[in-house]
């Protein structure tokens, strides 16, 4: 799309010289032919450095965006995102595309529907009532059981376990809302990516990203009925236990453990070989890696034992 | 079904003139030709206003029974009443109905199900392995994905967007237990509306109303792995995170948000604009608008935070 | 499978007289024709008791192996117990059996999947996009919405509901890990065993049995989104509310009632009659029957309420 015609769809200024926009993206992540946006003063050294060719900003940010990066000056850089958004989302299914590829060995039930222009590696197992969408890629020796869904442009690697009704790829929550209360959808374009030996439960929920990747590394176990949001990265080994889940972005490192019901507010990094306990809320980065924690407010694990005996024995005494 | 049939279903006496009753309905809600029961002392006020032409009653509260109405006195009125759901409610699916009424320019998948007579709006997408019951309503421009299940009767909106694996209208969590510990099924013979402009994450449970509707109205935003209880009205632009969920028959205003596994118990009423952070446990009224609140009892966030710091300093102290 | 066939598996020593083994088992149920493994010290006594043919044991815990009983020295029997799993795990259908059988009056989608050597009772409703595994059987007056799947071996009762979204028999959740932080598959070979009068929710999860069952008792009733981890025994009538959800092997007696969001740690015993308040978190067995907890950690529901109270008033005064 010409930078002119989304400068027309924002209904703000543009004079600059025209050239083509490939898509959207992060400030950090933006190539020259991408568009960006900053909402939020706290995002000023991003602006300075981002490579973007474009940056939707709002008046009192553009004296931060750099030579040669065109500003696009609107009221509600983050409302004019979601709306241009829109005009990058591909089809939900693209027909015109050959026929999907099956490889060698691979069954795949006729009650599933396979989109054209996936990619099906060798002996797999695919069940009935599964779809994998337009330009999905699975591995080899991937086993995907019934009502799963593989949402477009996702990447599953090989020595994968699907179970049962299973969403790949949904659209992470994202929206903008306008000084109304009025909602507007920001268009998830990135994918997810699973890579090799992943097993994932059943009825669990792996948002894809909103720019780039939703990444689950090699070897991590998901238990059922989990939320993963999107942009987020799950380091190698890492499990998650029933009805735990991560707000978006959040990245943890390889063999973190998530108790059950556990979850990570958006936004975090965390250290390898964390682990916490059962219903743990953890909403800062945790630095160090190897220890245990539990509670909402987090603590290390034996501080919040100690303390709940604390809390026990004052209820005795008042 | 006559009144009479109805007196013989729950084998209590009837001497008054017969008549024809078309359903069942809530004390405040029935109409002159429903019947309608109850169960608990509470609720006497709405028996004596109530409009019903027959109330299934225990002997104790008979007395509050309003003239014209006829009384069905029985032992257990809760477990009558389950009993008496049943024969109202419809086949699952009713093949007899004309073929689903499609609108120009949708997309229906060929491996999707749409009953008999179902409508769909224009300019629809629906996926494959959808299943669009008996007498459902899609409006226009709505994406439906894959392995979506909108039951019988319900009603959904244009512009919608609804993720992969989510069940619309199933029946809500309804039961009369006796005093062996038996239960039995309450019927749920109402159905789940869905305004304009409303999106739906993946593995989402929104159940039918007992009677009546379910309400979700303009602009709700639905994360992943949301349950919405029977009979619960969410109010304009409000948005549920991950994880989270209410009860049946809670009442929620406009633009209420509300954090990741944070939820609600039933039968509560709260105010537009109010915050609930990630985690909150609601169990109560929310009257004033516009607050944040937070934890489990419920404080405003601001209290939770200052609590928590105190019983931190507390811990080292002891 | 040759019990020298499964020491060469695990590469490890076998001089003693061969015989065909049928399967895996625990320590404490396996039979004479299967083979066991412990991994732990405090199984001890389950040693010395086992029935075992053959058990997968460290060289440290050798000499508790009883007579009779084929010691499999490992470096890491857990680890090498999963590797043998896979050994035992059927195909996940098994085309050569014969069609599945449906009874009489049985209604069923011609887009739902039954596997060959499935059996469906009398008067079932199954409506578009199930799937009924290989062996699976279904009792009679059953009404299955779409989009559940019923994975292979598992038994459903009679007069059961289970409704969109629902998975049940999907894999446990269990894996080996090694020094190095990398998981190995335990198959589970089990399966899950649903009785009589069982309501079952939408996307709800139920995982089959590493060995043996996990079991619904009769009259159950399970809301939506609820976690039912492998080998769970969930007693007669008892009752989950959304959201909740038990980890492995707890076993509930009957009219249990278990509140929204709450959750049982693994391994527990709980009496009948417990009841547990929204978001309990249970840890430890409950031995008394008939009272009403509350809180994380739990204490007695009314205790739970006043501590809440103290917290709130100390909170004042401080």
Redesign the interface.
Known sequence: MKLSKIAKILTCCFDKADREISGMNALKDATADEVSFVANAKYVKDIQDTKAAAVIVPESLVGYIPDGCVPLIVKNSYWSMAVLSKYFAPD??DKKLPNAQIGEGSKI?S?A?IANGAKIGKKC?I???V?IGTNAVIGDNT?I???V?V?RDCVIGNDC?I?????IG??G?G?A?NSL???K?IYQNGNVIIED?V?I?????I?RAVFGSTLLKK?V?I???V?I?HNCIIG??S?F???S?S?GSTKLG??VVVG??A?F?GHLEIAS?STFA??S?ITHNIKESGKTYGG??LLEQR?WL???A??????KR?
């Open positions: 939900i299914e039930s009650k529907e197992i069940l009935a009532h779809y086993i059981y019934p009502s869904t949402y376990i179970h049962s009704n299973t969403a949904a659209d929550f929206f809302t209360g009025e909602h959808k030996d097993e439960g059943s009825n669990v929920s948002d070897g176990r238990d059922n009925l939320q949001g190698e080994y499990v236990v029933s009805q889940g707000a390889r063999n059950g019901q979850a507010a070989f059962a219903r809320g909402f407010p501080q100690k303390l709940q604390k809390i026990a024995r004052l209820f008042y």
